[in-house]
């Protein structure tokens, strides 16, 4: 029997790995299960083998395992050391650190510490601090203040602690007198450029779209967003989420534009894959390189590399190692991030979907990639649908429809808006000038979407249950249609 080839161990590592992964997130790397944990990652390990390499099963066996271990040790890691800040929870202390994330709500500023000391001790992991929005916080800024850090807990049916646990903070605190300034510029210095650019970027476009136009374009181009509550829910009940999250989503969408407008422009695809990348890039740089943002881009850029190879047996090899990277880096965004679910399901949906949705979209206009840009964008949203149903645990009878009605419409709202932003550099009043017809189609956006919302039983909440055996359905009724129209023969 011969030797399993380099293709074959890699996929086994990486499959092991991502297996390792899911075990320990949805069964919480406990030192109470850690037998219970092993036998399911041997058992994991052993399906796995027999059913991808069942002629190598023994010799690959073993890269399964070790993969499937490392996941589960590598989660295993994500949790509070012992000179963590949660040794600090309940007690009143003195808190020093480095502000390195800002956010807001109507009543608070959210500062984001790292590099912390706490009664004069250096502590690991990050700290959430609520403080008054005045005076107004920057990235680099080293500040101190007194409080008592308290444990996240989970907010009715949102698991809070989970989603910082993710960003790796494991403590929050109310600070009721403003914090003391420190030091300026204590970060990061290419960072704080990059926040610099994001923030300027973010103040441009409330300057010309205002509200809530502002919002919908700033989550459209860069997924950063400042909506209110009650558009939240509009956009939950008419399920169109996705089109705001900082997901692979919006930057996939963005390839596929920039792409088909290169190649309609006479370039080959050769020139046009380098330029693309190189915009993809640039993107992520000037949306602040964030974790999210910086994700969806490798996610936008693996879409195009697929059409790029256009090899089967090489994209398996990328689809299973582009996931594995992520999680070595965020090995809880598995459960724990909607951001890295929609990207990993958008890229599917982009990669797989495309050619058969753009194969009956012949009726449709090359003209501008028009054609493209609706496959992509339905290609996006049928990959989505399952994550959306699942995580929002809301059944959305109008999603269909709104989606039809507003898609067509995004990728001409970006290229406006990047137009708009791109001329707001050298003049802001005719920046606001010119942005009329962006504004236009937001405005439109807006309208169809709040119209439908209100929609009497447009949508309803689904109890867990119905929410797993819907996703289900979904999912088995998209593979049985890949299977039949052979969707995989292009790769």
């Not at 390499?53 to 989660?75: A, E, K, M, S």
Request: with cysteine.
């Amino acid at each position: 029997m011969s030797a399993p080839s380099p293709s074959v161990i890699l996929q086994s590592v990486c499959g092991g790995f991502l297996a390792g992964i899911a075990i320990a997130s949805f069964l919480f790397f406990l030192p109470q299960l850690w037998m219970l944990e092993l036998s399911i990652v041997f058992i994991v390990a052993s399906a796995i083998a027999m059913q991808l390499h069942w002629r190598l099963v023994w010799r690959v066996w073993g890269f399964i395992v070790l993969g499937c271990l490392c996941g589960v040790l590598i989660y295993a890691g994500t949790f509070p050391g012992e000179n963590s800040v949660t040794s600090a929870i309940g007690r009143e202390s003195h808190v020093e650190g480095v502000v390195i994330d800002v956010g807001a709500s109507e009543k608070s500023g959210h500062l984001t510490l790292s590099h912390l000391q706490i009664d004069g001790e250096e502590t690991q992991d990050k700290l959430l601090a609520f403080a008054p929005l005045y005076p107004e916080f920057a990235y680099g800024d080293r500040i101190s203040f007194r409080c008592t850090p308290t444990a996240p807990e989970p907010i009715e049916e949102f698991a809070y602690d989970r989603y910082l646990a993710n960003k790796n903070i494991f403590a929050t605190c109310f600070v009721y007198s403003s914090p003391l300034v420190l030091e300026r510029g204590a970060g990061n210095p290419v960072l704080e450029i990059l926040y610099k650019m994001k923030s300027q970027l973010l103040s441009r476009i409330q300057q010309i779209f205002g509200e809530p136009q502002g919002s919908l374009m700033a989550g459209l181009l860069i997924g950063e967003t400042n909506f209110s509550d009650a558009w939240n829910l509009r956009f939950q009940q008419t399920g169109t989420s996705h089109i705001v999250a900082a997901s692979g989503y919006n930057v996939a969408l963005v390839t596929f534009i920039v792409l088909g407008f290169l190649v309609w422009a006479g370039l080959k695809r050769q020139q046009a894959f380098f330029l693309v990348s190189v915009a993809i890039v640039v993107y992520a740089i000037l949306c602040g390189a964030e974790a999210a943002i910086v994700r969806a881009s490798v996610m936008g850029f693996l879409v195009l590399l697929s059409q790029q190879i256009g090899r089967r047996s090489t994209m398996k090899n990328v689809l299973l190692l582009t996931p594995t990277i992520l999680l070595l880096m965020h090995p809880r965004a598995l459960r724990d991030d909607i951001g890295f679910e929609l990207s990993m399901a958008a890229t599917l949906g982009l990669i797989y979907f495309v050619p058969y949705i753009q194969s009956k979209l012949s009726f449709v206009p090359k003209t501008l990639s028009l054609q493209t840009s609706l496959a992509a964008t339905l290609a996006a949203t049928v990959a989505c649908l399952p994550v959306l149903l699942f995580r929002f645990g809301t059944l959305s009878i109008v999603a269909p429809i709104v989606n039809l009605l507003i898609l067509p419409w995004l990728p001409y709202i970006m290229g406006l808006g990047a137009l708009v932003l791109v001329v707001s550099i050298a003049s802001l009043p005719l920046a606001i000038f010119v942005s009329g017809p962006a504004t236009a189609l937001l405005s439109s956006v807006l309208f169809v979407i709040r119209s439908i919302s209100e929609v009497p039983f447009g949508s309803f909440s689904i109890p867990d249950w119905l929410a797993y055996l819907l996703t289900s359905a979904v999912a088995c009724a998209v593979w049985l249609i890949v299977k039949r129209k052979k969707l995989f023969s292009h790769l």
